[in-house]
């Protein structure tokens, strides 16, 4: 098992199996991270991996849809696109900010 912490959402931390989808594992966990789609449609779960961006797998046609080489360089992903492979600290930018 992995762990996930949720900053924006108090640091809660949860724990998943490795390999896991991090939006996947925000909906059934009650993590926070916002979302519409779910299918990288709509750039609406954009996050930043605050640490451990070593532990996600890569970076999809989809995300560079949504995010520019300054975001993934910064360690920005698309929750939904992101596949967790150890521990990692997830950060976003709450609703209505």
Known sequence: M???TFITNDNKQVS???NSNLLRVSLREKGGIPFKCGGGLCGTCKCRIETGIEN????KPKERNHLTSDD???GFRMACQTFVLGDVAV???P???
């Not at 996600?56 to 970076?59: G, H, Q, R, S, Y």
């Open 2 to 4: 992995i762990n996930i």
């Open 16 to 18: 998943a199996p490795e």
């Open 56 to 59: 996600t797998d890569a970076v």
């Open 72 to 74: 993934l360089a910064a």
């Open 91 to 93: 950060s976003w930018v």
């Open 95 to 97: 609703k209505g900010r």
